[in-house]
């Protein structure tokens, strides 16, 4: 049976600038980071405390060209992933005072607070505060 959720992945095109982007900007803690002979990268990041990590995958060195070039097609395109917080407004503030994109102001939904952001490849992610039930 499935046990947990140990790891998601994220296209990028390049390893670097992403782990900058997730590490400076959003405050992810770098994982894992081993580089292989072929030139092909395993970076992962995730929140402190969590054990989930992200995959930053550059694929132009783990698959055939014809796939990477599929994969890489698909920058930018991710589904929207819901990040939650417990202080909307001082994590709203710290994200855009550190330059993190936002494409919807704050607004009050039934369920809680909401905006919308974009990381450098305009993946869109929601920064959500859920209401107290």
Request: net charge negative; proline share 4%.
């Amino acid at each position: 049976m499935l046990k947990r959720l140990a790891h998601v992945t994220l296209y990028v095109r390049d390893c670097e600038e992403a782990l900058v982007f997730y590490t400076e900007k959003l405050g992810f803690e770098k994982r894992m980071d081993s580089r292989m002979d072929d030139g092909s990268r395993w970076l992962t990041v995730g929140l402190p405390g969590q054990e989930v990590e992200i995959v930053l995958h550059d694929p132009t060195h783990w698959h055939r060209e014809e796939i990477a070039r599929e994969m890489l097609a698909a920058v930018g395109k991710n589904p929207m992933w819901v990040w939650e917080t417990d202080d909307f407004s001082t994590t709203y503030e710290t994200l855009r005072g550190r330059g993190v994109k936002f494409v919807s102001e704050p607004v009050e939904v039934i369920y809680g607070m909401e905006a919308i952001f974009e990381d450098l490849y305009g993946n869109r992610f929601l920064l959500l505060s859920p209401a107290s039930l």
